[in-house]
């Protein structure tokens, strides 16, 4: 028995889930959020429904990590470091390197550092727990489980973007991807749930969370995803605009007398989407209950974005066995869901209604003729971090 942490650090926050493996039971997990800032808030699940709570100031990854391991002996999670064997770390940008996770020794550190200019937010803070880890945990092995991999099966004529192939050549400039492990967890799940095996199976994965992304699975290989370069891309998000004509820069920044491309990416990145729509929220909860018609129209664009990155899907792959909704809006947006998929009944599909009031669990919820099955299954990235660093450990 041995126990692997799965850890995903963000520039300001981290969660992290502690499994017993091989069996997959989580024994723990926690969340530091605010880290750089006063009032971080460090927090603790654990036993049985036993929780522990503090907010004090953590100024830098070390401290939080440092924190997390002496709290787990405090509170009699672990008696010693050396029964953590295992260190799964999510990794945002995994570029063209990177096509499966990987044990990380001094070279993919070095690889995942220079691939910070794929995901400046987040590469280098990765980066920095993995060192942490290394130091504080010299007795585990540390692989990095990127969310780029899963989508390195897609074909040149998917990741290209129709620009000067030079830049393709010299700067790697393609579509990546994200929400990878996400992506080939539910569609593993549909499988299963399925019973069939993935290799003859046509699958859309919809992860609508904050961030969200729509992905084409075809015989287990993600073969197009909606999010591009960077996360940007894609479906209307929380705060993201997704997909926009680029020339639409330049314009904005003319009239809004910006001069800094950054801060108008900035703008794209974090002020847009159901935020920027509505004006109210950035969560879908608060869109739905809003009675304002910005937030209803901002509702009706998320909708009709996700189908229509599903109907390219569906030309993409020309077909469709089953349709997957995950995350937080996917896993609990019992209207969203409706909506989507009754929109695209022409395409074979059609939801029950009955099946479909539920949340957050694995769950049929297309009716029993409905030609493409709709499932709902719960996302479980932590699970897929913990299998990968147990595949590689031995
Ligand atoms: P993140 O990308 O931050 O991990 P999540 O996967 O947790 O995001 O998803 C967050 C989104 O899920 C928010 O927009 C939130 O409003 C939405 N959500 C959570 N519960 C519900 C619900 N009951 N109905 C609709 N949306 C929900």
Not at 197 to 224: M, P, Q
Request: glycine share 8%; net charge negative.
């Amino acid at each position: 028995m041995s126990k692997t942490i799965a850890i995903n650090a963000g520039s300001s926050s981290l969660k992290w889930q502690l499994f017993e493996m091989p069996q997959e039971e989580v024994i723990a997990s926690g969340i530091v959020e605010r880290i750089g800032l006063n009032d971080s808030i460090f927090t603790i699940k654990y036993g049985e429904g036993e929780k522990f709570n503090e907010t004090l100031d953590i100024n830098d990854h070390e401290f939080a990590v440092s924190r997390i391991f002496e709290k787990m002996i405090e509170l009699n999670i672990i008696g010693s470091f050396d029964e953590i064997t295992g260190a799964g770390h999510r990794v945002v940008a995994g570029g063209e390197d990177f096509k499966e996770s990987a044990l990380i020794d001094d070279e993919a550190l070095a690889k995942i550092e220079a691939l910070a200019e794929f995901a400046p937010l987040h590469n280098p803070a990765e980066a920095k727990v993995i060192r942490i880890f290394q130091k504080l945990v010299p007795g585990a092995v540390n692989v990095a489980v990127f969310d780029t991999s899963f989508h390195t099966t897609m074909p040149a004529v998917n990741y290209l973007y129709s620009i000067p192939m030079e830049y393709y050549d010299k700067y790697q400039a393609r579509k990546y991807g994200a929400h990878g492990t996400s992506h080939r967890y539910v569609a593993d799940r549909a499988a299963d749930m399925l019973g069939k095996d993935i290799k003859d199976l046509k699958i859309i994965t919809c992860h609508l969370g904050n961030g969200a992304s729509i992905t084409a699975v075809d015989g287990g290989k993600s073969i197009d995803t909606s999010m591009g370069f960077t996360p940007l891309a894609g479906v209307t998000m929380g705060t993201r605009a997704g997909d926009i004509d680029a020339s639409l820069l330049p314009y904005l920044m003319e009239k809004e007398g910006l001069t800094d491309i950054k801060d108008m990416v900035d703008i794209l990145n974090k002020k847009s989407g159901l935020l920027g729509l509505s004006g109210i929220s950035s969560d879908m909860r608060e869109v739905e209950e809003s009675d304002s018609e910005n937030a209803k129209l901002a509702l009706e664009i998320f909708n009709n974005r996700v189908q229509k990155y599903i109907g390219s899907y569906i030309a993409a792959m020309n077909g469709v066995d089953a349709i997957v909704f995950t995350a937080g809006i996917g896993e609990n947006g019992v209207e969203v869901r409706e909506e989507i998929i009754n929109g695209i009944t022409w395409f074979g599909c059609e939801v029950d209604k009955e099946k479909n009031n539920v949340r957050g669990k694995e769950v049929v919820i297309s009716t029993d003729d409905s030609k493409v099955k709709v499932l709902l299954i719960p996302t479980d990235e932590e699970v897929m971090i913990a299998r990968d660093v147990e595949a590689l450990k031995n």
